[in-house]
Antibody
Framework: QVQLQESGPGLVKPSQTLSLTCTVS??????????WSWIRQPPGKGLEWIGY???????FYSSSLKSRVTISVDTSKSQFSLRLTSVTAADTAVYYC????????????????WGRGTLVTVSS | QSVLTQPPSVSGAPGERVTISCTGS?????????VQWYQQVPGTAPKLLIY???NRPSGVPDRFSGSKSGTSASLAITGLQAEDEADYYC????????????FGGGTKLTVL
């Protein structure tokens, strides 16, 4: 079955750019039914959806983060990536990549499976 | 503050039934968007438990069930087991400017 694995630096300095990559295995990233998402969870807090990308490159971002977020895809490597600019301590979180599965309508969708997550700390 | 509101904690003894509520508004659950539920054991990634209001993925025990009415949804767990102790999150779509795919703040289930 499909598995996802996040990778990237665990420590980023304030004002710099956070960059993470998610590698998809056990299935095709080019499946027409799925979208590839990033979700984060600050320590001890709840989940926040960041955005998603379709394998052909179409993207959609959270309104609260869209000025700082870019998600890209490399189908040849079965990878998609997250860039978050101008980070602050508030961006410290466990970052998860997940597959967004579309149900009967585009707005009715869910996240399954998830990667194991990677902790990114923003600190000087 | 989360768009979807959940109680911070619930508890129950082994074998009992517990429910976790998820309250939204007319821009999400009340707009007839589907509700999902995830289980997160501390230190691990969330796992899909219920999708599209009341559907269980393969492998999820039928002790878990979901329902939706108006602007709220609920997750019910019957025959509570020690392994059910975890955090539970609801998720839906929101058509306002506050974000699009939204989660509840999470509920910590303690098995007494």
């Amino acid at each position: 079955q499909v598995q996802l694995q996040e990778s990237g630096p665990g420590l980023v300095k304030p004002s710099q750019t956070l960059s993470l990559t998610c590698t998809v295995s056990g299935g095709s990233i080019s499946s027409g039914d799925h979208y590839w998402s990033w979700i984060r969870q600050p320590p001890g807090k709840g989940l926040e959806w960041i955005g998603y990308i379709y394998y052909r490159g179409g993207t959609f971002y959270s309104s609260s983060l869209k000025s700082r977020v870019t998600i890209s895809v490399d189908t040849s490597k079965s990878q998609f990536s997250l860039r978050l600019t101008s980070v602050t301590a508030a961006d410290t979180a466990v970052y998860y990549c997940a597959r967004r599965v579309v149900g009967t309508t585009v707005t009715n969708s869910w996240f399954d499976p998830w990667g194991r997550g990677t902790l990114v700390t923003v600190s000087s | 503050q989360s768009v979807l509101t959940q109680p911070p904690s619930v508890s129950g003894a082994p074998g009992e039934r517990v429910t976790i509520s998820c309250t939204g508004s007319s821009s999400n659950i009340g707009a007839n968007y589907g509700v999902q539920w995830y289980q997160q054991v501390p230190g691990t990634a969330p796992k899909l438990l219920i999708y599209d209001n009341n559907n269980r993925p393969s492998g999820v025990p039928d002790r878990f069930s979901g329902s939706k009415s108006g602007t709220s949804a609920s997750l019910a767990i019957t025959g509570l087991q020690a392994e059910d102790e975890a955090d539970y999150y609801c998720q839906s779509y929101d058509n306002s400017l506050s974000g699009n795919w939204v989660f509840g703040g999470g509920t910590k289930l303690t098995v007494l």
